[in-house]
């Protein structure tokens, strides 16, 4: 069941993303029923890519990562009461049907859910979108579109009757629709500086020798950019790679809050023999054109310098250590014998009187 659940919190972090230029509002939503450490009802609120706020149910208030002295307080601890709360009593009314009706063995149960709005290139206000899940497993999917006054499920666990159609409709309509876009336009001009930044991506070719094959693993990374938004493609010979071929490809988080993407192609030595051309392309919002690069694959038997190669490298090396030692053998022995040579020198000099120093005694 954590292996589902894993998965579903993958999708909803891809699931209500605004798409490249536009910015969205979001909350995940979690309920736990059964003992845990972690609080019964809690929620994650994200502009774009960044949190913004947390909210649970041992205080029943929001928590901001900035702006806590906002003049908005006191309007959005309103506007949060009235969210979660019906949010809360969504997910209590629903644990109990379930007890109920379906006669679910008690342990710990996890509903979550995915909720929120987007707001498009044109500053139009995009469909409501909510995703609902349990154990790991989606149960139900939402969209409402103020626009079209129109709503409408993919998947339901549970058939709704007329009466939910027109309170949901209404909730949307009146409560949610409003507060997702007021609170969206708000914090879009109060956080501006992270989520407007522009930041282009670093580009790392990486080869990599495959120890059980003559083969190799190519690899295009891209890191450091912001926003996620990027599309990078793997090419041989000009057309792209199946995705099943290339491993890889998720948009990954960094430390600094900037994103990194790798995809990686294995090519086998055959492959290797027959010369292909690949190249990497990628685009990115903060790239006026497409960056192309291209990847130098060489025949990993041609490079291998084998066991032959490395002996005659080695024997040059110590050849060229044994030369050394002998010029300065000869250079310490010339300076020896030249030390030597001038001690001789100065030992037979005459000190003996000169005429001109003696005295004739008479």
Request: proline share 4%; hydrophobic share 40%.
């Amino acid at each position: 069941m954590l292996i589902r659940m894993l998965f579903f919190v993958y999708l909803l972090t891809c699931f209500v993303l605004a798409k490249a230029g536009s910015h969205s509002f979001k909350a995940f939503v979690t309920y736990i029923v059964g003992q845990t450490p972690f609080p019964e009802f809690s929620a994650v609120l994200m502009l774009d890519d960044l949190q913004i706020a947390y909210y649970d149910s041992v205080t029943w208030k929001p928590v901001y990562r900035s702006h806590s002295d906002s003049q908005f307080y006191d309007e959005e601890q309103k506007d949060a009461d009235t969210v979660f709360r019906d949010m809360y009593n969504i997910f209590e009314e629903r644990e109990i049907y379930l007890k109920k009706d379906q006669n679910r063995t008690y342990g710990v149960h996890v509903h979550q859910r995915l909720a929120g709005c987007e707001l498009l290139n044109d500053d139009k206000p995009g469909p409501l979108q909510r995703l609902d899940a349990l154990d790991g497993q989606t149960i139900e999917e939402f969209t409402f579109d103020m626009e079209k006054n129109n709503a409408e499920t993919k998947m339901t666990w549970r058939p709704w009757d007329q009466q939910k159609w027109i309170r949901i409709k209404f909730m949307y309509e009146s409560v949610y629709h409003p507060i997702c876009f007021k609170v969206l336009q708000r914090y879009l001009y109060m956080e501006k500086n992270n989520v407007l930044r522009k930041v282009k991506p670093r580009v790392r070719l990486m080869k990599k020798k495959l120890t059980d094959s003559q083969g190799l693993q190519i690899s295009c990374l891209a890191t450091g950019f912001y926003p996620r938004h990027i599309n990078l493609t793997l090419f041989r010979d000009g057309q792209p790679v199946d995705d099943d071929q290339i491993t890889g490809g998720e948009i990954l988080p960094n430390g600094d809050g900037t994103y990194q993407m790798r995809k990686s192609l294995m090519i086998s030595a055959e492959e290797l023999r027959e010369e292909h051309t690949y190249n990497c392309t990628m685009k990115h919002l903060n790239l006026d054109n497409k960056l192309d690069i291209m990847f130098v694959i060489l025949d990993v038997a041609k490079c291998d310098p084998g066991p032959f190669s490395l002996s005659v490298v080695i024997g040059v090396l110590v050849l060229v250590c044994v030369a050394v030692l002998i010029i300065t053998a000869l250079i310490i022995w010339r300076k020896t014998r030249c030390a030597a040579e001038r001690g001789s020198a100065a030992s037979q000099i005459d000190y003996s009187p000169t005429p001109s120093s003696t005295h004739d005694k008479t």
